[in-house]
C-alpha cells in the first residue's frame, strides 16, 4: 500500500497569514491526490483533486500543487474559517489512503 | 444539492453484526460509484470499500476483506454496508461518500461502536 505523510503534524497561525502543509507519498502518484478539510464534529470536505484542481465553491484562496511523491496546499490568507484539520488522500492504486492530517489552529 | 444520510449504527459486541445505510438524494444515484470511509475516535481517515454503478465491482481495504459487504439499491438510492464478526478495531464513524477515485461529497456519518 502507498504510504502517505503530511508535515507539519500541527501548528498555529494567525489570521491572515500565508499557510503551506506538505504531503508526501511513498511512492510516485503522477497527480492522483486530493486535499479534504475536515472541522471538529462534521464530515470531511473535498477542497482539491488532481493535486491542483479546486473543487467547487471552494475559496480561491486555497490552491494545491505538486506531482510524484511531493504536494502542497496553500492557504494564501488565513480566514477564521480555516481552522480545521487538513488531510491528503491519494488516489493512484487501492487501497486508497490518506495522510494522518494536518491541524492548524490559532494562534 | 447531494445530500447523503447514514444510519443504522449503534452499539454491538464483539463477533457481532451491524448493517449501515445510506440514503442519497440530489444526484442520479445509479451514474457513480459510491464508498464507505470510517474514521476511529480521535484519528485519521480510513477508505472501506467501494462499489460500481451496476453494483458488481467492490474493492475492500485488506482489513475488512471476508467480514463486510458493500451493497447497493439503485431504485432506492441506497447504499449499503453489511458488518459481520466485528472487532473492536472497527469502532469508528462510518462516513458514506460519492466517489470520483477522491470522495466528492460526504453524509454526516454513522458511529459504530463494537464493545462488550
Known amino acids: 500500500a502507498i504510504q502517505m505523510t503530511q508535515s507539519p503534524s500541527s501548528f498555529s497561525a494567525s489570521t491572515g497569514d500565508r499557510v503551506t502543509i506538505t504531503c508526501r507519498a511513498s511512492?510516485?502518484?503522477?497527480?492522483?491526490l486530493a486535499w479534504y478539510q475536515q472541522k471538529p464534529g462534521k464530515a470531511p470536505k473535498l477542497l482539491v483533486y488532481?493535486?491542483?484542481t479546486l473543487q467547487s465553491g471552494v475559496p480561491s484562496r486555497f490552491s494545491g500543487s505538486g506531482s510524484g511523491t511531493d504536494f502542497t496546499l496553500t492557504i494564501s490568507c488565513l480566514q477564521s474559517e480555516d481552522f480545521a484539520t487538513y488531510y491528503c488522500?491519494?488516489?493512484?492504486?487501492?487501497?486508497?489512503?490518506f495522510g494522518p492530517g494536518t491541524k492548524v489552529d490559532i494562534k | 444539492e447531494v445530500q447523503l444520510v447514514e444510519s443504522g449504527g449503534g452499539l454491538v459486541q464483539p463477533g457481532g453484526s451491524l448493517r449501515l445505510s445510506c440514503a442519497a438524494s440530489?444526484?442520479?444515484?445509479?451514474?457513480?460509484?459510491m464508498s464507505w470511509v470510517r474514521q476511529a475516535p480521535g484519528k485519521g481517515l480510513e477508505w472501506v470499500a467501494n462499489?460500481?454503478?451496476?453494483?458488481?465491482?467492490?474493492n475492500y481495504v485488506d482489513s475488512v476483506k471476508g467480514r463486510f459487504t458493500i451493497s447497493r439499491d439503485n431504485a432506492e438510492n441506497s447504499l449499503f454496508l453489511q458488518m459481520d464478526s466485528l472487532r473492536a478495531e472497527d469502532t469508528a464513524i462510518y462516513y458514506c461518500?460519492?466517489?470520483?477515485?477522491?470522495?466528492?461529497?460526504w453524509g454526516q456519518g454513522a458511529l459504530v461502536t463494537v464493545s462488550s
Open positions: 461518500a460519492k466517489f470520483r477515485d477522491y470522495f466528492e461529497n
Open positions: 440530489g444526484l442520479t444515484f445509479s451514474n457513480y460509484w
Open positions: 462499489i460500481n454503478q451496476g453494483g458488481s465491482g467492490k
Open positions: 511512492q510516485g502518484i503522477s497527480s492522483s
Open positions: 488532481g493535486a491542483s
Open positions: 488522500q491519494q488516489f493512484y492504486s487501492y487501497p486508497y489512503t
